[in-house]
């Protein structure tokens, strides 16, 4: 059995940055500095089968594609990792932009054969691609080991640092 299309497929659902792949303060600040970073791409409400492709584009540009499985289905969500290439297309390349939000879009093709549809772009999600590295702000020290003014630290003692960043350190 295949489905035959006589138009194109709608749009999957926006695509969402996967907390794995979100490396700003928080999972869900769509914040990145991963390089192969991972996006769900909501399969509901589409005319998706096995046969289906979805592509991911970052400004517009082809970045990664993935071809629909039966378990990606059953899911109704398929995870798709920029630089994927099922199909053999020349992906655009897939480096960050330093410092720069790139609007991240998905598009479902009906088929895997020529003469299949391509949907519209789904709704778009920023995201910011970070590649600032972190800057200290301030460092503080307390324990007993602490010697007070002379810059030395005793032997025996405890020295806590206190690391103050412009973001997160992992």
């Given at each position: ?38 996006f ?28 629909v ?5 059953s899911?109704g ?6 630089g ?30 020529t ?13 910011i ?41 992992y």
């Amino acid at each position: 059995y295949k489905s035959v299309y006589l138009n194109a497929p709608p749009p999957p659902g926006a695509p969402d940055l996967v907390a794995a792949s979100d490396s700003g303060a928080s999972t869900t600040d769509n914040t990145t500095n991963i390089l192969a970073r991972t996006f769900a791409v909501s399969l509901a409400n589409t005319t998706a089968s096995t046969s289906s492709m979805v592509t991911l584009y970052s400004g517009g540009n082809l970045v990664a594609e993935k071809r629909v499985t039966a378990a990606d289905l059953s899911a109704g969500v398929i995870n798709i990792t920029v630089g994927n290439n099922d199909d053999g297309f020349t992906l655009a390349a897939t480096s960050l932009t330093p410092n720069a939000t790139s609007a991240i879009t998905a598009k479902i093709q009906s088929g895997a054969t020529t003469g299949s549809f391509i949907s519209a772009s789904s709704t778009s999600l920023n995201v910011i691609e970070d590649t600032n590295s972190p800057a200290t702000t301030s460092i503080t020290t307390s324990g007993s080991a602490i010697t007070s003014g002379s810059g030395q630290i005793k032997a025996s003692g405890v020295v806590n640092f206190a690391l103050n960043a412009t973001e997160s350190l992992y």
